[in-house]
């Protein structure tokens, strides 16, 4: 009888827990993401033990410009890390710090305010260096509604910064003694 009631537990538990787990998604080369959390409090609760969050992860090659912008029925939240989050249920995540995902430890990069419910959506202009990153969508109402589904659209943008190389100053002298020198030659 206890083996039965242990296999059911397991079963009952490893149904559970893959479906209740909050989305990872690999941003699509475009930048754009259609998808939905449930609950509008997700993200400012930082509720991991449901569908209440997505994490999107990417990863940079160069150092870039970053955006993100949110489009939904509610208000959204928005965080972004440095690091790729590879496990997400149950995680001690933060909406506005650090957190680990009991393999990796995320570092908190730029994010919405968590103490503004009801405002965010967006980051903007944030400038990245070379690696993985994770970006932690959600629900930022503070109604706390937790069993509605909704829809989102997300539009990521991220822009590659050429950099400009500097002239050498001992370069730039030396040209203008020069031409001061043949100035003056020509003169005199």
């Known amino acids: 009888m206890k083996a039965i009631f242990t296999s059911i537990f397991a079963v009952v538990a490893i149904v559970c827990s893959a479906s209740a787990s909050a989305s990872i998604i690999a941003l699509p080369a475009d930048g754009v993401v259609a998808d939905s ?11 991991t033990f449901g569908d209440a969050i997505d994490f999107i992860t990417f990863e940079i090659a160069e150092k870039s410009m970053f955006s993100a912008n949110t489009d939904a029925l509610i208000s959204m939240g928005i965080s972004l890390y440095q690091g790729m989050l590879t496990n997400d ?41 070379a690696g993985s ?36 100053a001992f370069f730039l002298l030396f040209f203008g003694l020069a031409g001061l020198l043949a100035a003056r030659k020509q003169q005199g």
């Open 37 to 47: 959390v449930v609950g509008d409090s997700g993200w400012l609760n930082e509720d």
């Open 89 to 129: 249920f149950a995680i001690p995540f933060s909406n506005s710090g650090d957190f680990t995902d009991l393999f990796t430890n995320l570092l908190y990069v730029a994010g919405d305010n968590p103490f503004l419910p009801g405002f965010g959506g967006s980051i903007s202009n944030v400038m990245l260096e």
């Open 133 to 168: 990153y994770t970006l932690a969508i959600g629900g930022n109402e503070g109604f706390f509604d937790i069993f509605t589904e909704y829809a989102y659209n997300l539009d990521v943008m991220i822009e590659e910064i050429q950099e400009v190389p500097e002239p050498s």
